[in-house]
């Protein structure tokens, strides 16, 4: 399956802490993108990394792009308790076709208060 | 800007019965998209829309269709609902630019559907 993995499914955390949500995949892709879920909402995009970038920020988020090991993580710092959502992310094993676009599974982010 | 609507939030069938459900964009995007999430698992494709006029088939096509009504609106059809088809159903849209994938995609807020 080209389908990105992700790990760990679930994650629990104290405020202020650090968390790090990890996705991996099989097959060489184009770009890889970072969603965010609230609970009975849409999706919302927060980051895009390219192939050819290694890493990237924005605000309280960095994102990494390992190519070689075919893998990405996202990390949020010091996590407040509006972190509490579902992380997904998106691959793009090809710019032909939007049927190229890959979701994984997800990992569901909870902070302790 | 509304963004990505859709509706109806939250719809019931018995099994056979047929629905559409309505999206529609103002980011005068060029792509469009339906997407179905299950629960543990990710969203999977369903069908797709580079342009006005033209759609194509996602990962998980069967026991629907779809229409390009024009460039804002993009509606999903179950003609027969099934209760394999019980899913929430997300609607995105994408791109200034005809043709380019993989660009940030603006979701809707859903749609809760239960087929009993």
């Known amino acids: 399956s080209q389908q990105g993995e992700e790990d760990p499914q679930a994650l629990s955390i104290q405020e202020g802490e650090n968390a790090t949500m990890n996705c991996s995949y099989k097959t060489s892709i184009n770009n890889l993108q970072w969603y965010r879920q609230n609970s009975g909402r849409g999706l919302v995009h927060l980051i895009l990394?390219?192939?050819?970038?290694r890493e990237k920020h924005s605000g309280r988020l960095r994102v990494t792009l390992d190519t070689s090991k075919k893998s990405s993580s996202l990390l949020i710092t010091a996590s407040r308790a509006a972190d509490t959502a579902s992380y997904f992310c998106a691959l793009l094993t090809s710019y032909s076709s939007a049927s190229k676009i890959i979701f994984g599974s997800g990992t569901r982010l909870s902070i302790r208060p | 800007n509304a963004g990505v609507t859709q509706t109806p939030k939250f719809q019931v069938l018995k099994t056979g019965q047929s629905m559409t459900l309505q999206c529609a964009q103002d980011?005068?995007?060029?792509?469009m998209y339906w997407y179905r999430q299950d629960p543990g698992m990710g969203l999977r494709l369903i069908y797709y829309?580079?342009?006005?006029?033209?759609?194509d088939k996602g990962e998980v096509p069967n026991g629907y269709n779809v229409s390009r009504l024009n460039k804002r609106e993009f509606s999903l059809r179950l003609e027969s609902a099934a209760p394999s088809q019980t899913s929430v159903y997300f609607c995105a849209s994408s791109g200034l630019a005809r043709g380019r994938w993989g660009e940030t995609q603006y979701f809707g807020p859903g749609t809760r559907l239960l087929v009993l």
């Open positions: 829309s580079a342009s006005e006029g033209t759609t």
């Open positions: 990394i390219r192939s050819n970038e």
């Open positions: 980011m005068n995007h060029n792509s």
